[in-house]
């Protein structure tokens, strides 16, 4: 019998922390993470013991964490507990995020805070306090998760589309910084996926067929449609990938 090739998305022995993992998009990714063997910390407000059960069930190690990630001040204990958990740390994915929608001319300060302040100001903190962490150990993924509206303007959601077109540049200057210590830093821009965040869009019949007709695939995505993209970035075979945003929508963009 020739010996066993290595899988290139093989992510045994690695450890990772998703954030805003209880639900959605982050779920779907931090379950695909332990699908290839990865261990998982599962971070949020929300307590992700559902997460945590289902990685469990496939036989790999989750931690659970509690923080408020619109805050900084959690960060390194996410990180500290990462390690007391899991016993290191190879992969971070910020994905916790929200949105406010309003009219730009009566956009509040507080929507526009306590947007900055979970899909920016914490993706870059989260971010220095890991890549602290991964550039002593030798290497490390970064994975943003993004937007269309990363490279869109979108319509009343001035400080959400603000916070995700900073992701994609810092996800450049992060990569740019970290490249030459093993770190790779991209990001993956979901189109419109099926999640709570957007369950209002889906609920309004007008607005639901709009989208879906503009959509070259002809449906909305699913969570587990994300799975794939993190996994390959997470993995050795994504290893020369830097500073990417690579968008996962349907074909959204491409029309
Ligand atoms: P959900 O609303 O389903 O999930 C958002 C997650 O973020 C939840 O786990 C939530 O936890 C967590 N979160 C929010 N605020 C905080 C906070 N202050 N601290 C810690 N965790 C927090 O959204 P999606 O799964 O749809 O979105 C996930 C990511 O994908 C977001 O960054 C979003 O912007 C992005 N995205 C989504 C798209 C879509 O169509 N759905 C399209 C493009 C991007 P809790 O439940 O405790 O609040």
Not at 17 to 45: E, S
Not at 116 to 126: A, E, G, Q, R, Y
Request: net charge neutral.
């Amino acid at each position: 019998m020739p010996a066993a090739l290595n899988h290139p998305f093989d992510l045994s022995g690695r450890a990772a922390i998703v954030t805003g993992a209880n639900t959605g998009i982050g779920q779907a990714i931090a379950v695909a993470l332990a699908q290839a063997g990865a261990d998982v910390a599962c971070v949020g407000r929300t307590a992700a013991e559902e997460t945590a059960a289902q990685i469990r069930a496939l036989g790999r190690r989750a931690a659970v964490i509690h923080a408020d990630l619109a805050k900084i001040e959690p960060v390194g204990r996410v990180v500290a507990e990462t390690l007391d958990a899991l016993g290191r740390l190879d992969i971070l994915v910020n994905n916790a995020g929200i949105i406010r929608r309003a009219d730009a001319v009566d956009f509040t300060e507080e929507d526009w805070d306590a947007v900055i302040d979970t899909n920016l100001k914490s993706v870059f903190f989260l971010s220095q306090a890991a890549g602290r962490h991964m550039i002593a150990a030798g290497g490390g993924r970064i994975i943003n998760i993004a937007s269309m509206l990363t490279f869109q303007g979108g319509i009343r959601v001035p400080s959400y589309t603000a916070a995700k077109s900073g992701v994609g540049g810092l996800t450049k200057l992060l990569a740019n910084e970290w490249a030459k210590h093993n770190v790779t830093v991209n990001a993956i821009a979901p189109g419109y996926i099926a999640t709570s965040n957007t369950a209002a869009l889906q609920a309004d019949p007008e607005r639901n067929r709009a989208i879906v007709e503009r959509i070259p695939a002809g449906r909305w995505g699913a969570p587990a449609d994300l799975g794939g993209a993190a996994v390959f970035l997470a993995s050795d075979a994504a290893a020369y990938v830097q500073g990417h945003v690579l968008a996962v929508d349907g074909g959204w963009l491409a029309r």
